[in-house]
């Protein structure tokens, strides 16, 4: 799992899509990205790997968020109908939990699709672990709607992370593994920027040694 949250900014003509890079697999973790572009699509997808970039390759031709959206939204039906045939029911809810944010880069415009269900993105938006905090997210992005993407709103994303990645053990704390950010404008090319924490984790001198009496 990892945790993707898209919003508005500047009264609805910018808007920030941004997701931790942490990947926990079994008993691995490891970094890696969830959120590719083409065609002037975003797809985001949180969720079992293999369901998720089985569906990228079947979707990245696609040039209408419209059309990406309805066909993930057939492969998942698809899917549940071979599984439930041929695989154990774990499978089938690796695929029904599996969710996708499907983004015109240039309108602002895309579907969230959680289950079998397509609906239009609203203000804010979360997939993945991060839906159990839906309420903290919302509060602290709320009042970024009017602003502008600056150095505020980054301060807004890693103090929202890091409260993230304390509580949930599934979103990447951004002290340890870098955070994606497309910023998106309307008519304009997407622009990625990669959060990372650059001091030295291992070094001493980032650490406070306090002696216990």
Not at 52 to 63: A, K, M, Q, S, V
Not at 188 to 202: M, N, Q, V
Request: hydrophobic residues 35%.
């Amino acid at each position: 799992m990892t945790t993707i949250i898209s919003f508005y900014l500047d009264n609805g003509n910018q808007m920030v899509v941004l997701g931790d890079t942490q990947h926990t697999y079994e008993h691995a973790t490891k970094e890696e990205s969830k959120i590719e572009q083409f065609n002037e699509i975003l797809f985001c997808g949180a969720g079992h790997d293999r369901i998720i970039w089985d569906f990228f390759l079947r979707t990245n031709t696609f040039r209408s968020f419209e059309r990406c959206s309805d066909k993930i939204i057939e492969l998942k039906k698809k899917k549940v109908e071979e599984y439930t045939k041929f695989s154990p029911a774990e499978m089938i809810t690796h695929i029904q939990n599996s969710e996708f944010l499907v983004i015109d880069t240039k309108k602002l415009m895309g579907n969230k699709i959680i289950y079998l269900e397509k609906n239009k993105i609203g203000n804010i938006e979360v997939l993945g672990t991060g839906i159990n905090h839906i309420t903290t997210i919302q509060e602290e992005i709320r009042r970024a709607y009017t602003s502008k993407f600056s150095d505020v709103v980054i301060i807004l994303i890693i103090s929202l992370l890091h409260e993230l990645g304390k509580m949930d053990p599934y979103t990447g704390h951004p002290a340890v593994f870098p955070i994606e950010i497309y910023l998106l404008e309307k008519d304009k090319e997407p622009i990625k920027y990669t959060l990372k924490f650059k001091a030295d984790l291992k070094s001493k001198d980032n650490y406070e040694v306090i002696k216990n009496d």
